[in-house]
Protein backbone atom coordinates (compact mmCIF):
# COMPACT_ATOMS: atom_id res chain seq x y z
CA UNK A 1 0.00 0.00 0.00
CA UNK A 2 1.47 3.57 -0.47
CA UNK A 3 2.15 5.98 2.01
CA UNK A 4 -1.13 8.13 1.47
CA UNK A 5 -3.52 4.97 1.23
CA UNK A 6 -4.71 5.50 4.50
CA UNK A 7 -8.56 6.97 3.24
CA UNK A 8 -8.43 3.89 0.38
CA UNK A 9 -10.48 1.00 0.79
CA UNK A 10 -8.81 -0.94 -2.25
CA UNK A 11 -5.47 -1.13 -3.53
CA UNK A 12 -4.31 0.74 -6.63
CA UNK A 13 -4.51 -0.89 -9.99
CA UNK A 14 -1.76 -2.01 -11.18
CA UNK A 15 -1.81 -0.05 -14.45
CA UNK A 16 -2.67 2.92 -13.20
CA UNK A 17 0.16 2.59 -10.31
CA UNK A 18 2.34 2.17 -13.30
CA UNK A 19 0.98 4.69 -15.57
CA UNK A 20 1.11 7.34 -12.06
CA UNK A 21 4.63 6.48 -11.48
CA UNK A 22 7.53 9.19 -12.08
CA UNK A 23 10.20 6.89 -10.54
CA UNK A 24 11.86 5.67 -13.57
CA UNK A 25 12.31 9.82 -14.55
CA UNK A 26 12.96 10.87 -10.99
CA UNK A 27 14.92 8.57 -9.52
CA UNK A 28 17.80 10.78 -11.36
CA UNK A 29 17.49 13.13 -8.31
CA UNK A 30 17.88 11.16 -5.71
CA UNK A 31 20.79 12.89 -4.21
CA UNK A 32 18.69 16.40 -4.63
CA UNK A 33 16.00 14.15 -2.34
CA UNK A 34 18.00 12.97 0.65
CA UNK A 35 19.40 16.71 0.83
CA UNK A 36 16.51 17.91 0.53
CA UNK A 37 15.34 16.20 3.05
CA UNK A 38 18.47 16.33 5.89
CA UNK A 39 18.17 20.06 5.28
CA UNK A 40 14.44 19.30 6.30
CA UNK A 41 14.76 17.39 9.20
CA UNK A 42 17.75 19.38 10.99
CA UNK A 43 15.56 22.70 10.65
CA UNK A 44 12.44 20.78 12.61
CA UNK A 45 14.77 19.81 15.27
CA UNK A 46 16.37 23.20 15.14
CA UNK A 47 12.68 24.70 15.72
CA UNK A 48 11.62 22.13 18.42
CA UNK A 49 9.00 20.57 15.98
CA UNK A 50 10.68 17.16 15.90
CA UNK A 51 13.46 15.47 18.77
CA UNK A 52 16.68 16.01 17.72
CA UNK A 53 17.78 12.28 17.68
CA UNK A 54 15.47 12.09 15.56
CA UNK A 55 16.71 14.31 13.23
CA UNK A 56 19.95 12.59 14.01
CA UNK A 57 18.19 8.95 13.30
CA UNK A 58 16.61 10.74 9.58
CA UNK A 59 20.02 12.14 8.67
CA UNK A 60 21.98 9.20 9.17
CA UNK A 61 19.03 6.65 7.90
CA UNK A 62 19.26 9.62 4.68
CA UNK A 63 22.80 8.68 4.10
CA UNK A 64 22.36 5.06 4.52
CA UNK A 65 20.04 4.99 1.58
CA UNK A 66 22.03 7.34 -0.13
CA UNK A 67 24.81 4.91 -0.28
CA UNK A 68 22.74 1.85 -0.76
CA UNK A 69 21.22 3.80 -3.98
CA UNK A 70 24.73 5.03 -4.92
CA UNK A 71 26.26 1.32 -4.79
CA UNK A 72 22.93 0.15 -6.68
CA UNK A 73 22.03 -2.11 -3.88
CA UNK A 74 18.77 -0.01 -2.96
CA UNK A 75 15.95 -2.48 -3.32
CA UNK A 76 13.27 -0.01 -5.16
CA UNK A 77 9.61 -1.62 -4.22
CA UNK A 78 6.76 -1.91 -7.24
CA UNK A 79 4.75 0.28 -5.34
CA UNK A 80 7.15 3.49 -5.08
CA UNK A 81 5.49 6.05 -7.05
CA UNK A 82 8.78 8.28 -7.08
CA UNK A 83 11.41 8.66 -5.37
CA UNK A 84 10.27 10.70 -2.61
CA UNK A 85 8.19 7.85 -1.81
CA UNK A 86 10.85 5.78 -2.38
CA UNK A 87 13.07 7.38 0.15
CA UNK A 88 10.59 8.23 2.51
CA UNK A 89 9.23 4.35 2.74
CA UNK A 90 12.95 2.88 3.33
CA UNK A 91 13.90 5.45 5.41
CA UNK A 92 10.93 4.08 7.50
CA UNK A 93 11.75 0.78 7.28
CA UNK A 94 15.26 1.53 8.96
CA UNK A 95 14.57 3.87 11.36
CA UNK A 96 10.82 3.38 12.63
CA UNK A 97 8.91 6.45 13.44
CA UNK A 98 11.88 8.86 13.80
CA UNK A 99 11.57 8.51 10.25
CA UNK A 100 8.28 9.07 10.08
CA UNK A 101 8.44 12.26 11.41
CA UNK A 102 10.28 13.24 8.28
CA UNK A 103 7.22 14.57 5.97
CA UNK A 104 5.81 16.58 9.44
CA UNK A 105 5.02 20.39 7.47
CA UNK A 106 6.33 19.06 3.88
CA UNK A 107 4.23 17.75 0.96
CA UNK A 108 5.76 16.16 -2.43
CA UNK A 109 4.94 19.27 -3.83
CA UNK A 110 7.39 21.42 -2.34
CA UNK A 111 9.63 18.53 -2.28
CA UNK A 112 9.45 17.79 -5.93
CA UNK A 113 9.91 21.54 -6.43
CA UNK A 114 13.01 21.68 -4.38
CA UNK A 115 14.59 18.62 -6.00
CA UNK A 116 14.09 20.31 -9.28
CA UNK A 117 15.86 23.52 -9.08
CA UNK A 118 18.77 21.49 -7.20
CA UNK A 119 19.26 19.20 -10.07
CA UNK A 120 17.95 22.40 -12.47
CA UNK A 121 21.18 24.64 -10.65
CA UNK A 122 23.49 21.70 -11.02
CA UNK A 123 23.34 20.94 -14.65
CA UNK A 124 23.10 24.42 -15.64
CA UNK A 125 27.04 24.55 -14.02
CA UNK A 126 27.40 21.56 -15.90
CA UNK A 127 26.63 22.75 -19.26
CA UNK A 128 28.06 26.22 -18.91
CA UNK A 129 31.90 24.21 -18.55
CA UNK A 130 31.13 21.80 -21.52
CA UNK A 131 30.03 25.67 -23.35
CA UNK A 132 33.42 26.39 -21.77
CA UNK A 133 35.32 23.65 -23.64
CA UNK A 134 34.09 24.45 -26.74
CA UNK A 135 35.03 27.75 -26.54
CA UNK A 136 38.52 26.87 -25.83
CA UNK A 137 38.97 24.14 -28.69
CA UNK A 138 37.53 26.93 -31.11
CA UNK A 139 39.96 29.77 -29.85
CA UNK A 140 42.69 27.98 -30.21
CA UNK A 141 41.87 26.60 -33.61
CA UNK A 142 41.75 30.06 -34.24
CA UNK A 143 44.87 30.87 -32.68
CA UNK A 144 46.74 28.53 -34.62
CA UNK A 145 45.13 29.26 -37.85
CA UNK A 146 44.85 33.02 -37.57
CA UNK A 147 46.03 34.38 -40.86
CA UNK A 148 44.24 31.47 -43.00
CA UNK A 149 42.03 33.20 -45.52
CA UNK A 150 38.82 31.67 -47.24
CA UNK A 151 35.68 32.86 -49.06
CA UNK A 152 33.06 34.46 -46.59
CA UNK A 153 29.70 33.67 -48.16
CA UNK A 154 26.32 35.06 -48.11
CA UNK A 155 23.43 32.87 -49.58
CA UNK A 156 26.53 30.28 -49.25
CA UNK A 157 27.46 32.09 -52.38
CA UNK A 158 30.94 33.62 -52.43
CA UNK A 159 30.89 37.05 -50.74
CA UNK A 160 34.18 38.43 -49.78
CA UNK A 161 37.54 37.23 -48.27
CA UNK A 162 37.28 36.24 -44.61
CA UNK A 163 40.12 34.96 -41.62
CA UNK A 164 39.21 31.73 -40.65
CA UNK A 165 40.14 32.85 -37.33
CA UNK A 166 37.11 35.53 -37.74
CA UNK A 167 34.93 32.88 -38.94
CA UNK A 168 35.74 30.26 -35.89
CA UNK A 169 35.62 33.46 -33.28
CA UNK A 170 31.96 34.14 -34.63
CA UNK A 171 30.97 30.80 -32.96
CA UNK A 172 32.85 31.80 -29.73
CA UNK A 173 30.08 35.18 -29.40
CA UNK A 174 27.21 33.12 -29.68
CA UNK A 175 28.58 30.18 -27.32
CA UNK A 176 29.25 33.12 -25.08
CA UNK A 177 25.77 34.46 -25.41
CA UNK A 178 24.58 30.59 -24.64
CA UNK A 179 26.42 30.74 -21.57
CA UNK A 180 24.72 33.87 -20.29
CA UNK A 181 21.09 32.11 -21.26
CA UNK A 182 22.52 29.39 -18.66
CA UNK A 183 23.54 31.93 -16.02
CA UNK A 184 19.91 33.24 -16.36
CA UNK A 185 18.46 29.86 -16.07
CA UNK A 186 20.57 28.87 -13.28
CA UNK A 187 19.30 32.34 -11.62
CA UNK A 188 15.73 31.56 -12.15
CA UNK A 189 15.95 27.97 -10.73
CA UNK A 190 18.23 29.22 -7.46
CA UNK A 191 14.65 30.56 -5.11
CA UNK A 192 13.69 27.66 -2.80
CA UNK A 193 10.32 26.48 -2.56
CA UNK A 194 11.10 23.94 0.50
CA UNK A 195 8.40 25.11 3.48
CA UNK A 196 5.44 25.97 1.12
CA UNK A 197 4.11 22.92 1.52
CA UNK A 198 1.05 21.07 0.30
CA UNK A 199 0.37 24.56 -1.24
CA UNK A 200 -0.85 27.21 1.49
CA UNK A 201 2.89 26.96 4.05
CA UNK A 202 2.00 25.13 6.96
CA UNK A 203 0.78 25.55 10.77
CA UNK A 204 4.37 24.47 12.77
CA UNK A 205 7.26 27.35 12.68
CA UNK A 206 9.28 26.22 9.84
CA UNK A 207 12.34 28.54 9.11
CA UNK A 208 12.00 28.59 5.06
CA UNK A 209 15.87 30.95 5.53
CA UNK A 210 17.49 27.92 7.12
CA UNK A 211 16.64 25.33 4.68
CA UNK A 212 17.11 27.76 1.73
CA UNK A 213 20.77 28.59 3.12
CA UNK A 214 22.25 24.85 4.21
CA UNK A 215 20.65 23.80 0.68
CA UNK A 216 22.54 26.93 -1.12
CA UNK A 217 19.74 28.73 -2.58
CA UNK A 218 20.37 32.48 -2.52
CA UNK A 219 16.59 33.18 -1.57
CA UNK A 220 13.44 31.73 -0.69
CA UNK A 221 10.25 32.17 -3.00
CA UNK A 222 7.67 34.64 -1.69
CA UNK A 223 4.68 32.83 -2.12
CA UNK A 224 3.25 29.37 -1.27
CA UNK A 225 1.29 28.76 -4.26
CA UNK A 226 3.80 30.22 -7.23
CA UNK A 227 6.35 28.23 -5.16
CA UNK A 228 4.75 24.71 -5.67
CA UNK A 229 3.85 25.44 -8.89
CA UNK A 230 6.36 27.78 -11.03
CA UNK A 231 8.29 25.81 -13.70
CA UNK A 232 9.84 28.99 -15.31
CA UNK A 233 13.27 28.05 -14.76
CA UNK A 234 12.63 24.60 -16.34
CA UNK A 235 11.70 26.51 -19.15
CA UNK A 236 14.59 28.79 -19.16
CA UNK A 237 17.12 25.72 -19.05
CA UNK A 238 15.51 24.16 -22.11
CA UNK A 239 15.13 27.16 -23.75
CA UNK A 240 18.80 27.67 -22.93
CA UNK A 241 19.49 24.43 -23.92
CA UNK A 242 17.87 25.05 -27.62
CA UNK A 243 19.28 28.05 -28.43
CA UNK A 244 23.02 26.66 -27.60
CA UNK A 245 21.86 23.26 -30.27
CA UNK A 246 20.93 25.58 -32.85
CA UNK A 247 23.80 26.81 -32.83
CA UNK A 248 25.81 23.89 -32.65
CA UNK A 249 23.38 22.76 -35.29
CA UNK A 250 24.83 25.54 -37.60
CA UNK A 251 28.36 24.56 -37.19
CA UNK A 252 28.10 21.47 -37.54
CA UNK A 253 26.11 22.14 -40.80
CA UNK A 254 29.12 24.09 -42.02
CA UNK A 255 31.70 21.35 -40.40
CA UNK A 256 29.59 18.80 -42.78
CA UNK A 257 30.20 20.92 -46.14
CA UNK A 258 33.66 22.05 -45.37
CA UNK A 259 34.50 18.26 -44.95
CA UNK A 260 32.62 17.38 -48.14
CA UNK A 261 35.01 16.91 -51.28
CA UNK A 262 33.37 20.04 -53.26
CA UNK A 263 34.95 21.92 -49.73
CA UNK A 264 38.15 19.67 -48.44
CA UNK A 265 38.08 22.92 -46.11
CA UNK A 266 38.71 20.34 -43.28
CA UNK A 267 39.36 16.94 -42.58
CA UNK A 268 37.72 15.39 -39.30
CA UNK A 269 40.13 12.86 -37.61
CA UNK A 270 38.98 9.39 -37.66
CA UNK A 271 37.61 9.17 -34.12
CA UNK A 272 35.56 12.03 -35.08
CA UNK A 273 34.06 10.03 -38.07
CA UNK A 274 32.74 6.92 -39.11
CA UNK A 275 32.90 4.35 -42.03
CA UNK A 276 30.57 2.89 -44.34
CA UNK A 277 29.38 -0.93 -44.58
CA UNK A 278 29.26 -0.88 -47.94
CA UNK A 279 31.65 1.85 -49.32
CA UNK A 280 35.10 1.32 -48.37
CA UNK A 281 36.50 4.85 -49.44
CA UNK A 282 34.08 6.47 -47.05
CA UNK A 283 34.59 8.86 -44.35
CA UNK A 284 31.53 10.45 -43.08
CA UNK A 285 30.62 12.78 -39.97
CA UNK A 286 28.80 11.24 -38.67
CA UNK A 287 28.83 12.79 -35.58
CA UNK A 288 28.32 16.49 -36.66
CA UNK A 289 25.20 14.98 -38.33
CA UNK A 290 24.74 13.68 -35.38
CA UNK A 291 24.72 16.88 -33.29
CA UNK A 292 22.15 18.99 -36.12
CA UNK A 293 20.06 16.30 -35.87
CA UNK A 294 19.46 15.84 -31.97
CA UNK A 295 18.27 19.79 -31.97
CA UNK A 296 15.21 18.51 -33.17
CA UNK A 297 14.89 16.68 -30.16
CA UNK A 298 16.01 19.39 -27.70
CA UNK A 299 13.93 22.06 -29.34
CA UNK A 300 10.80 18.97 -29.07
CA UNK A 301 11.65 18.78 -25.06
CA UNK A 302 10.93 22.50 -25.26
CA UNK A 303 7.80 22.82 -27.11
CA UNK A 304 6.14 19.53 -24.53
CA UNK A 305 7.40 21.65 -21.69
CA UNK A 306 5.49 24.84 -22.77
CA UNK A 307 2.49 22.76 -23.61
CA UNK A 308 2.37 21.15 -20.21
CA UNK A 309 2.86 24.61 -18.55
CA UNK A 310 0.19 26.02 -20.67
CA UNK A 311 -3.43 26.90 -19.01
CA UNK A 312 -2.65 25.09 -15.64
CA UNK A 313 -4.53 26.45 -12.44
CA UNK A 314 -2.79 27.25 -9.58
CA UNK A 315 -0.96 25.30 -7.70
CA UNK A 316 0.43 22.13 -7.79
CA UNK A 317 -1.37 19.42 -10.48
CA UNK A 318 0.18 16.03 -11.63
CA UNK A 319 0.67 17.34 -15.11
CA UNK A 320 3.90 18.82 -14.20
CA UNK A 321 5.52 15.52 -13.33
CA UNK A 322 5.76 15.59 -17.26
CA UNK A 323 8.55 18.18 -16.60
CA UNK A 324 11.42 16.54 -15.51
CA UNK A 325 11.30 13.67 -18.54
CA UNK A 326 11.98 16.36 -21.25
CA UNK A 327 14.22 18.82 -19.24
CA UNK A 328 16.92 16.56 -18.35
CA UNK A 329 16.87 14.89 -21.58
CA UNK A 330 17.30 18.45 -23.13
CA UNK A 331 20.23 18.99 -20.26
CA UNK A 332 21.94 15.59 -21.04
CA UNK A 333 21.66 15.82 -25.09
CA UNK A 334 23.17 19.69 -25.43
CA UNK A 335 26.20 18.17 -22.60
CA UNK A 336 26.65 15.43 -24.85
CA UNK A 337 26.93 17.67 -28.28
CA UNK A 338 28.95 20.00 -26.67
CA UNK A 339 31.54 17.44 -25.50
CA UNK A 340 31.55 15.83 -28.74
CA UNK A 341 32.03 18.98 -30.69
CA UNK A 342 34.57 19.90 -28.92
CA UNK A 343 36.97 16.89 -29.39
CA UNK A 344 35.51 17.25 -33.32
CA UNK A 345 36.60 21.05 -33.56
CA UNK A 346 40.22 20.69 -31.34
CA UNK A 347 41.09 17.42 -33.40
CA UNK A 348 39.99 18.30 -37.16
CA UNK A 349 42.63 19.42 -39.57
CA UNK A 350 42.47 22.70 -41.39
CA UNK A 351 43.36 22.80 -45.26
CA UNK A 352 44.67 26.29 -46.23
CA UNK A 353 46.01 25.86 -49.57
CA UNK A 354 42.26 24.91 -49.89
CA UNK A 355 40.51 27.60 -48.12
CA UNK A 356 42.82 29.91 -50.85
CA UNK A 357 41.94 28.66 -53.62
CA UNK A 358 38.29 28.86 -53.22
CA UNK A 359 39.19 32.59 -52.31
CA UNK A 360 40.48 33.10 -55.89
CA UNK A 361 37.38 32.40 -57.26
CA UNK A 362 34.15 34.12 -57.60
CA UNK A 363 34.98 37.68 -57.63
CA UNK A 364 35.98 38.28 -53.86
CA UNK A 365 37.34 41.10 -54.82
CA UNK A 366 34.70 42.77 -56.85
CA UNK A 367 33.82 45.20 -53.86
CA UNK A 368 36.52 45.89 -53.03
CA UNK A 369 37.49 47.10 -56.75
CA UNK A 370 34.25 49.11 -56.80
CA UNK A 371 35.53 50.97 -53.54
CA UNK A 372 38.46 51.38 -55.26
CA UNK A 373 36.47 53.41 -58.01
CA UNK A 374 34.79 55.11 -55.13
CA UNK A 375 37.55 56.14 -53.31
CA UNK A 376 38.50 57.89 -56.77
CA UNK A 377 35.43 59.78 -56.78
CA UNK A 378 32.98 57.72 -58.57
CA UNK A 379 29.69 57.59 -56.91
CA UNK A 380 29.58 53.98 -55.23
CA UNK A 381 26.51 53.13 -57.48
CA UNK A 382 28.22 53.77 -60.75
CA UNK A 383 31.65 52.10 -59.51
CA UNK A 384 29.46 48.92 -58.92
CA UNK A 385 28.01 48.96 -62.43
CA UNK A 386 31.52 49.37 -63.92
CA UNK A 387 32.80 46.21 -61.85
CA UNK A 388 29.36 44.19 -62.87
CA UNK A 389 30.62 44.32 -66.41
CA UNK A 390 33.86 43.38 -65.33
CA UNK A 391 33.00 40.81 -64.03
CA UNK A 392 30.51 39.61 -66.58
CA UNK A 393 33.81 40.13 -69.26
CA UNK A 394 35.86 37.23 -66.61
CA UNK A 395 32.57 35.26 -67.04
CA UNK A 396 32.73 35.51 -71.13
CA UNK A 397 36.75 34.68 -70.64
CA UNK A 398 36.11 31.82 -67.87
CA UNK A 399 38.85 33.93 -65.46
CA UNK A 400 38.92 35.67 -62.79
CA UNK A 401 39.77 39.73 -62.01
CA UNK A 402 43.09 39.35 -61.41
CA UNK A 403 43.57 37.91 -64.94
CA UNK A 404 42.61 41.03 -66.57
CA UNK A 405 45.11 43.32 -67.79
CA UNK A 406 45.14 46.84 -67.02
CA UNK A 407 43.89 47.64 -70.29
CA UNK A 408 40.42 45.55 -69.64
CA UNK A 409 39.93 47.88 -66.72
CA UNK A 410 40.65 51.35 -68.19
CA UNK A 411 38.24 50.01 -71.00
CA UNK A 412 35.40 50.00 -68.77
CA UNK A 413 36.48 53.27 -66.33
CA UNK A 414 39.51 55.34 -67.22
CA UNK A 415 39.83 55.66 -62.99
CA UNK A 416 42.20 52.80 -63.13
CA UNK A 417 45.76 52.75 -62.61
CA UNK A 418 48.61 50.19 -62.07
CA UNK A 419 47.92 50.10 -58.34
CA UNK A 420 44.28 48.47 -59.11
CA UNK A 421 46.42 44.83 -58.32
CA UNK A 422 46.62 45.73 -54.61
CA UNK A 423 42.75 46.04 -54.65
CA UNK A 424 43.04 42.51 -55.98
CA UNK A 425 45.40 41.26 -53.33
CA UNK A 426 43.25 38.45 -50.65
CA UNK A 427 45.66 40.42 -48.14
CA UNK A 428 45.53 43.61 -48.53
CA UNK A 429 41.53 42.88 -49.13
CA UNK A 430 41.68 41.53 -45.70
CA UNK A 431 43.76 43.65 -43.45
CA UNK A 432 42.09 46.61 -44.93
CA UNK A 433 39.09 46.01 -43.28
CA UNK A 434 39.35 48.17 -40.09
CA UNK A 435 36.12 48.12 -38.65
CA UNK A 436 36.08 47.21 -34.81
CA UNK A 437 34.21 43.56 -35.53
CA UNK A 438 35.86 43.24 -38.81
CA UNK A 439 37.97 41.01 -40.39
CA UNK A 440 41.17 42.77 -41.20
CA UNK A 441 44.21 41.33 -39.20
CA UNK A 442 44.63 43.80 -36.61
CA UNK A 443 40.63 44.04 -35.45
CA UNK A 444 40.59 40.35 -35.40
CA UNK A 445 43.36 40.60 -32.92
CA UNK A 446 41.59 42.84 -30.76
CA UNK A 447 38.40 41.15 -30.97
CA UNK A 448 40.62 37.15 -30.38
CA UNK A 449 42.12 38.81 -27.37
CA UNK A 450 38.28 40.39 -26.49
CA UNK A 451 36.83 36.74 -26.55
CA UNK A 452 39.72 35.42 -24.93
CA UNK A 453 38.80 38.11 -21.70
CA UNK A 454 35.00 36.95 -22.02
CA UNK A 455 36.11 33.03 -21.68
CA UNK A 456 38.15 33.59 -18.60
CA UNK A 457 35.82 35.70 -16.83
CA UNK A 458 33.01 33.05 -17.84
CA UNK A 459 35.18 30.39 -16.46
CA UNK A 460 35.96 31.86 -13.08
CA UNK A 461 32.48 32.16 -12.42
CA UNK A 462 31.08 28.61 -12.87
N1 LIG B 1 6.08 12.61 -8.65
C1 LIG B 1 5.47 13.89 -8.47
C2 LIG B 1 6.00 14.88 -9.53
O1 LIG B 1 7.00 14.60 -10.12
C3 LIG B 1 5.76 14.41 -7.10
C4 LIG B 1 4.72 15.33 -6.55
C5 LIG B 1 3.45 14.60 -6.38
N2 LIG B 1 2.49 15.34 -5.63
C6 LIG B 1 1.22 14.98 -5.57
N3 LIG B 1 0.46 15.68 -4.82
N4 LIG B 1 0.77 13.96 -6.22
O2 LIG B 1 5.43 15.92 -9.77
Not at 5 to 11: D, I, L
Not at 184 to 200: N, T
Not at 335 to 346: K, N, P, S, T, Y
Not at 383 to 411: N, P, T
Request: a negative charge.
Amino acid sequence: MALWSGRFTEGADEFTQRFGASLPVDRALYAQDIAGSKAHARMLAAQGVIPCEDADAIVSGLEGIEADIEAGRFAFDVGDEDIHMAVERALIERVGDAGARLHTGRSRNDQVATDTRLFAKRRCSDLMRANLALRRALVAQAEEHFDVILPGCTHLQHAQPVLLSHHLLAYTWMLARDFERLVVARRAADASPLGAAALAGTTYPLDRQMTAAELGFSRVIPNSLDAVSDRDFLLDLSYACSVSCVHLSRLCEEVVLWSSSEFGFIELSDAFSTGSSIMPQKKNPDFAELIRGKTGRVVGDLMALLVTCKALPLAYNKDLQEDKEGAIDAAKTLEDCLVCAAGMIETMTVKPEAMRAQAQRGYLAATDVADYLAKKGLPFRRAHEVVGHLVLLCEQRGCDLGDLSLDDFKAECDLFEADITEALDLESIVAARTTEGGTGHAAVRVQLAHAKEVLAADEASV
